[in-house]
């Protein structure tokens, strides 16, 4: 690799990512094309999609197990990202069925709204989503985000609630997914609420190894979790509590692409939404955190032995 | 293509982005630290291997192999097994980044030590020269361009990979990456993108340069 | 940091499924690097040029971290096999195009004119008389650009695929080894048996380089 290949490459690299990046807007990611308005089927079979995290897979193995049954062709991809990265593949058509957590896809297609209510939550999801996109009822189980800390940390500086970080401005460190820095439920909303400024913030993961890891290690203070996370009772951590609602009720519900809801679809997916409960989707996300089970597995054992997959 | 470039420059330049724990300087600084870190202890494993199996002929044969083995070795799945081993540490980023600089570096410096020619090394012994004397004084010099190719390759890759070490939570220009990932913030990743492009092409002309003037310097 | 061994007798289906997958990507990616690196690689050796540029700009490409054009190309081309394609075909390109051009270079000039002596058509030379002799030069850089895309597929688990690299974020976020080694385990033995198996092409299409051993 001689100097002058070098050069010459960086000036004709220049026009590479342009390439790429020109025709954003054009094709998927953007683009609502497809995801007609009319009622959808399912016949040619669904795509599920999960995030980067095991309960969300447990969901999307859940949905399959269920919709199965109801003889629908289903395909699981596992661990696909964030909602970020989510969100435009449904629209794109790489995906068709997504479980989502209610507030926080509200507060992602609509940052403004103001609805806390599940009723309301629902109705405005219904208005802000994008074309193509629906939600279907949403279920009993719900999983929010949450703010904790160790027991040792709400001690020494006294913290009950999110309200109490305010004391501690720019002392504290802030451990969380990449993608809560700029989110509403995350650094902005708590600045916005409750006037909260962290000394850091570090980009770790969904109440995944990094974050409990480092709020272990005590490299982080405050530590962005799931309240089905196990780990939370097993470590006392403490979960601030948050007078002001800025976290929204996280029913967990499921997102599809207009193209393929169809009854057969709701009914089963409505159905398992009736029966699963939060302490079961913790017991389920246990399973498969500490027993090492198969988030497949895990999913299958639960639809039958409630009778969903019969 | 326009906005994204634009928004680029925008990113690029503005103060804000510069500053602080997450800003360019602070990440650049960690990204250096790291690629440069692995490579030299990549080569003070490397260079001596390399060396000694060229100037005796043994081992070449497993050496080369374990080498190209190394090569196939998955960098995501290292990271994570050491991860798993040490917990959130700095282990796990070095250990896959020198694993992934020491075979290019092995061999090269190999190809180096071979292609000099064994006239020359006879000629050498025939004078009296020690085994030290001939490795340091007739076969290193004559073997430093392949052994310089190997080092820069071995950087460029190492600075390409260190993204890496926002994978298990820490800095450098991964961070860009990987945040602008979760984010869907591509200005972002494309800003980390040409930050490490530019980084690897500076200090593969900085190695070039110092190659030129190891040979200026070069005995007659 | 023990290996589960009932878990991989439970996921043998899944494990065949993420190495053939994981193979799919690897060699698509080279088929694909061949196809573009092929004729640039002409062009460059013809036209002196050009040969600088587009070098440059294949060593420019590798200096991008792959998880980067992964990402980049996610607008293009969404959540789909064909960006974990694209961007390891980017990616082979360095090795490719460089061994390539150097392959061609390699023929000597004796033997072209002799060609062009008895008439033969430039184009017709090529397939028949250049790139045969540059063949061995052509496959040193096929078995390179094989082991690392074998060893890069396990990026794209980023983006969602990744073959055998979705065991390593399984084995991560659920902090479980067994996995994480069998997923590095299967990755070298596949870039290992990869390898040896375009030696053995190589030797059956390059007969003459071990009929008449090291004539030069």
């Known amino acids: 690799m001689n100097r002058r290949t070098l050069l010459g490459g960086l000036f004709a690299a220049a026009s590479v990512p342009a390439l790429a990046a020109c025709s954003s807007g054009i094709t998927s990611l953007d683009g609502g094309s497809g995801a007609g308005t009319g009622g959808g089927s399912s016949k040619s079979g669904i795509t599920i999609g999960t995030a980067n995290f095991t309960e969300n897979q447990v969901l999307g193995y859940l949905y399959a197990a269920v919709l199965d049954a109801a003889g629908v062709k289903t395909t699981v991809r596992p661990n696909l990202g964030t909602r970020e990265i989510l969100i435009p593949a449904i629209k794109g058509g790489d995906i068709d069925l997504l479980p989502e957590y209610q507030g926080a896809l509200l507060h992602y297609v609509d940052p403004k709204s103001k609805a806390t209510e599940e009723g309301e939550m629902q109705n405005a999801l219904a208005m802000a989503l994008p074309a193509g996109l629906q939600v279907l009822p949403y279920g009993r189980a719900e999983d929010s985000d949450a703010f904790a800390v160790t027991r040792e940390t709400a001690e020494k500086y006294g913290l009950a609630s999110l309200a109490d970080l305010k004391k501690q401005n720019g002392k504290l460190v802030m451990g969380a997914a990449p993608e809560v820095k700029t989110r509403e439920v995350g650094v902005v909303g708590l600045k916005e609420v409750y006037g909260v400024e962290f000394k850091e913030f570090k980009s770790l993961d969904s109440s995944g190894p990094l974050v409990k890891g480092a709020l272990k290690k005590g490299d982080v203070d405050v530590a962005n979790l799931f309240t089905t996370d196990t780990d939370i009772q097993e470590n006392q951590w403490v979960v601030l509590t948050d007078p002001e609602n800025l976290i929204p009720g996280q029913h967990i519900v499921p997102l599809i692409a207009d193209r393929r809801a169809d009854s057969t679809v709701r009914k089963a997916l409505a159905e398992l939404g009736n029966v699963l409960t939060t302490a079961d989707l913790t017991e389920l996300n246990r399973q498969v955190d500490k027993d090492k089970k198969d988030p497949e597995d895990v999913a299958n054992a639960y639809a039958e032995k409630k009778g969903l997959a019969a | ?149 190997g080092l820069r390759l071995a950087l460029i890759q190492v600075v390409a990979t260190a993204t890496i070490a926002a994978y298990v939570s820490f800095g450098g220009l991964g961070r860009y990456v990987f945040d602008g990932l979760a984010q869907r913030d591509l200005v972002q990743v494309l800003g980390g993108a040409v930050l490490v492009a530019v980084v690897a092409v500076a200090l593969d002309l900085a190695l070039s340069a110092l190659q030129r003037a190891l040979f200026r310097h070069r005995p007659a | 940091m023990s290996i589960d061994w009932s878990w991989i007798g439970d996921h043998t289906d899944d494990l065949t499924t993420l190495t053939l997958s994981h193979l799919q990507a690897a060699l698509s990616a080279v088929f694909f690097g061949l196809l573009i690196s092929l004729p640039l690689a002409v062009v460059a050796h013809r036209i002196r040029p050009l040969r600088g540029l587009l070098l440059g700009l294949s060593n420019v490409l590798f200096t991008i971290p792959s998880i980067a054009i992964f990402v980049l190309l996610l607008p293009v081309s969404g959540l789909t096999r064909t960006t974990t394609v694209i961007g390891l075909t980017i990616y082979t390109l360095v090795v490719l195009l460089r061994n390539t051009v150097e392959g061609l270079d390699s023929v000597p000039a004796k033997t072209k004119e002799a060609a062009k002596a008895m008439g033969t058509r430039p184009f017709r030379t090529l397939l028949t008389v250049e790139l045969p002799l540059a063949l061995p030069v052509i496959m040193a850089g096929v078995r390179i650009a094989t082991v690392m895309s074998i060893s890069l597929v396990s990026v794209a688990t980023y983006i969602g695929d990744g073959g055998l690299g979705q065991l390593f974020t399984d084995g991560f976020q659920r902090n479980y080894p067994t996995p994480v080694i069998v997923g590095v385990a299967l990755t070298l033995l596949l870039a290992l048996v990869a390898d040896a198996l375009l030696v053995a092409l190589q030797y059956v299409l390059t007969p003459w380089t071990h009929r008449k051993q090291r004539a030069a």
């Open chain 2, 1 to 149: 293509m326009y906005e994204l470039f634009k928004n680029l420059g925008d990113w690029l330049v503005s103060g804000e982005q510069w500053s602080g724990s997450d800003g360019i300087g602070h990440r650049l600084a960690e990204h250096l630290q790291y690629s440069l870190l692995a490579t030299l202890v990549a080569a003070a494993i490397a260079l001596p291997l390399g060396l000694l199996i060229g100037h005796t002929g043994r081992g070449a044969f497993l050496a080369i192999n374990l080498a190209s083995f190394g090569r196939a070795l998955p960098t995501v799945g290292l990271v994570v097994l050491v991860f798993l081993a040490s917990g959130l540490s700095m282990w796990p980023v070095y250990v896959a980044l020198v694993a992934l600089a020491v075979p290019a570096i092995v061999t090269n410096t190999y190809a180096g030590m071979t292609a000099v020619d064994p006239d020359v090394k006879d000629a050498a012994r025939g004078q009296g020269m020690r085994w030290h004397q001939v490795l340091f004084q007739v076969e290193l010099p004559l073997a430093l361009p392949l052994i310089m190719t």
